[in-house]
């Protein structure tokens, strides 16, 4: 029998979803190792065999939920390249969309960023890609303007995300709400005050 899609997380069967939400919910808590199918199966009252039907394995689980978290992160990158719009509204075009996809799914978010920065076999691939991906589209946009020529745009790039990157780490270890639109005008103006208006001395 075939599997259903994994596209649409909304269309899934209800079975399927339980397994999903459960599993998000465990690993977000648990990391992977320490999660097992049977933590899974019981979180979502169904019988493991049921995992298995729909994932193949754990390992497969952890994957879509990982690509799922991908497709939300980049969304945050798809920025326009219109050389007619300022770069300081697009890195905080940019800047808004990351932190709030962070901030509406948290679950899937702190997997994420925990495999990002420790480094986690499962997804390591995956997670690799994404982010040279996304470094090299931001990398695309600083370069179009001439205010930034002076500096490396994946050195750019890489600052600004690790800017933001640095409050995501504190909204999953403290639980406090991200003010991402305020957050994201902050980190604007305190990279481009130190990017574009350098003096020599």
Same mark, same amino acid.
Request: charged content about 25%.
């Given at each position: /029998?075939? !599997?259903?899609?994994?596209?649409?997380?909304?269309?899934?069967?209800?079975?399927?979803?339980?397994?999903?939400?459960?599993?998000?919910?465990?690993?977000?808590? #648990? +990391?992977?190792?320490?999660?097992?199918?049977?933590?899974?199966?019981?979180?979502?009252? %169904? #019988?493991?065999?049921?995992?298995?039907?729909?994932?193949?394995?754990?390992?497969?689980?952890?994957?879509?939920?990982? #690509?799922?978290?991908?497709?939300?992160?980049?969304?945050?990158?798809?920025?326009?390249?219109?050389?007619?719009? @300022?770069?300081?509204?697009?890195?905080?075009?940019?800047?808004? !969309?990351?932190?709030?996809?962070?901030?509406?799914?948290?679950?899937?978010?702190?997997?994420?960023? !925990?495999?990002? /920065?420790? +480094?986690?076999?499962?997804?390591?691939?995956?997670?690799? #890609? &994404?982010?040279?991906?996304?470094?090299?589209?931001? =990398?695309?946009?600083?370069?179009?303007?001439?205010?930034?020529?002076? *500096? @490396?745009?994946? *050195?750019?790039? !890489?600052?600004?995300?690790? /800017? =933001?990157?640095?409050?995501?780490?504190? &909204?999953?270890?403290?639980?406090?709400?991200?003010?991402?639109?305020?957050?994201?005008?902050?980190?604007?103006?305190? *990279?481009?005050?130190? =990017?574009?208006?350098?003096? %020599?001395?």
């Amino acid at each position: /029998m075939a !599997r259903p899609s994994q596209k649409n997380k909304n269309t899934l069967p209800d079975v399927q979803k339980a397994i999903y939400n459960s599993a998000v919910t465990l690993f977000a808590k #648990n +990391g992977f190792s320490a999660t097992s199918t049977k933590d899974i199966a019981d979180t979502a009252k %169904v #019988n493991k065999a049921m995992i298995y039907y729909y994932y193949e394995s754990k390992e497969k689980l952890f994957k879509s939920i990982i #690509n799922d978290g991908i497709l939300l992160l980049e969304d945050a990158v798809r920025l326009e390249r219109d050389k007619n719009t @300022d770069i300081k509204s697009k890195l905080k075009l940019f800047l808004s !969309r990351y932190l709030e996809n962070f901030a509406n799914q948290p679950e899937l978010s702190q997997i994420i960023f !925990r495999e990002s /920065m420790c +480094g986690g076999e499962i997804a390591k691939d995956e997670i690799i #890609n &994404h982010f040279s991906s996304s470094f090299e589209s931001i =990398a695309a946009i600083i370069e179009q303007y001439d205010e930034l020529k002076a *500096f @490396d745009s994946l *050195f750019l790039s !890489r600052t600004i995300w690790g /800017m =933001a990157s640095m409050f995501i780490a504190s &909204h999953i270890a403290t639980g406090k709400d991200i003010e991402y639109e305020k957050l994201s005008e902050q980190i604007t103006e305190l *990279f481009l005050h130190g =990017a574009i208006k350098k003096e %020599v001395i």
